[in-house]
């Protein structure tokens, strides 16, 4: 069965530190991954996304992500947090293998980022 | 270039009743998915529409059902409302022909409160 985890519900840190939010993964064949966005009353923003190759994604906004297919982690991160990144963040898996699940997403339960000034 | 749209934003229910919520797919994807996400949770996933058919449906039971229309756009309808049916509706849309690999697009989402 596919799964996410996100172990943290919050995290914090201080504008201009490197933040860190945690995503691991259970799928039966290879993953492709994903991390949304979402601020309050608003709808999931696409981040980026793992789908083959160079295992450092880059995306929105100064983000970028790790994959580690040995831990089956997806950890997403930024060099400088902005008070502005402030929001929830989801990680998302979808199996490339099975086919009979074509387009589902399988989220984590988010993270809540929180960035001060 | 038009991004995913939902109507209504917010809807107020009592249980039992019927709801019918609307989304209009991102300019070029053919591809909708539902997916309920309640208050502290994840998204889960409901169905996916893909030439006005039912491609895949996860775990929701036939109260929660739903149609596509010629031009891509959707409905996602829920009978007989319980209070736990209370959360945020995202509609997301995709292209088929890359369903694997292709990015979901999400909509603002409607809350449904059931009173």
């Known amino acids: 069965a596919q799964s996410v985890a996100q172990p943290e519900d919050q995290v914090n840190v201080a504008e201009g530190n490197p933040l860190t939010v945690k995503c691991t993964y259970s799928v039966s064949g290879n993953p492709y991954l994903f991390w949304y966005v979402q601020y309050p009353n608003r709808g999931l923003q696409f981040l980026l996304k793992y789908i083959t190759g160079d295992n450092l994604v880059k995306g929105s906004y100064g983000f970028e992500a790790e994959f580690n297919k040995s831990q089956t982690s997806f950890h997403l991160k930024k060099p400088s947090a902005l008070v502005s990144d402030s929001a929830l963040y989801f990680c998302?898996?979808?199996?490339?293998?099975?086919?009979?699940?074509?387009?589902?997403?399988?989220f984590g339960r988010g993270t809540q980022l929180t960035v001060w000034p | 270039d038009a991004g995913v749209t939902q109507s209504p934003t917010h809807l107020i229910k009592t249980r039992g009743q019927q709801v019918t919520l609307r989304c209009s797919p991102k300019?070029?994807?053919?591809?909708v998915s539902w997916y309920q996400q309640a208050l502290g949770q994840g998204p889960q996933f409901i169905f996916q529409y893909y030439e006005e058919e039912e491609r895949q449906r996860g775990n929701f039971p036939d109260r929660f059902s739903g149609h596509q229309f010629p031009n891509y756009s959707s409905e996602l309808n829920v009978n007989a409302l319980l209070l736990g049916d209370s959360a945020l509706y995202l509609c997301a849309s995709s292209l088929w022909g890359l369903a694997v690999t292709d990015t979901q697009y999400f909509g603002p989402g409607t809350r449904l409160t059931v009173l």
């Open positions: 300019s070029g994807h053919d591809t």
């Open positions: 998302a898996v979808r199996d490339r293998d099975r086919g009979s699940t074509l387009g589902r997403l399988y």
